[in-house]
């Protein structure tokens, strides 16, 4: 299951109505996949929601340390991957985040995001979290 930035902070929001699934699936995940982007937009996203940076920070840290979360670092090649994929699908609005986790997505066979984002079905996987 890839951790996409809204799935995590309907994991991280305990009043969030999604939390409970979220929890669930994260739970229940045979495998969980992320990467930097994520992470920083998490960061970002945190602090526009006014999520306390101390426990935004914590939660990215306790993913980058839980040996069950691989976490994928974009190096230069990927990222130029997924620009180009983003300039090849000028009719979506995804993100360069979302074009990482395609990408990475597809390479791992990974079919389930812990999101909230339709882009993912877009792409052809699974939301297993409802808007």
């Not at 994260?26 to 929601?49: G, I, M, S």
């Not at 340390?65 to 994929?85: F, G, P, T, Y």
């Not at 597809?106 to 993912?120: E, I």
Request: proline share 3%; glycine share 2%.
């Amino acid at each position: 299951m890839l951790l996409d930035t809204s799935g995590l902070m309907c994991l991280f929001d305990r009043r969030d109505f999604r939390h409970t699934d979220a929890q669930t699936f994260y739970d229940t995940a045979p495998a969980r996949l992320t990467h930097n982007y994520v992470l920083a937009e998490f960061v970002a996203l945190a602090h526009v929601r006014g999520v306390p940076r101390v426990a935004a920070l914590n939660l990215v840290a306790d993913l980058q340390d839980d040996v069950e979360v691989e976490v994928v670092w974009a190096d230069e090649a990927l990222h130029r991957e997924a620009l180009e994929l983003l300039r090849a699908r000028p009719d979506k609005d995804w993100s360069l985040c979302d074009a990482v986790s395609i990408i990475l997505m597809q390479r791992s066979r990974v079919a389930d995001a812990l999101t909230t984002d339709h882009h993912f079905e877009q792409a052809g996987f699974r939301r297993l979290l409802p808007q």
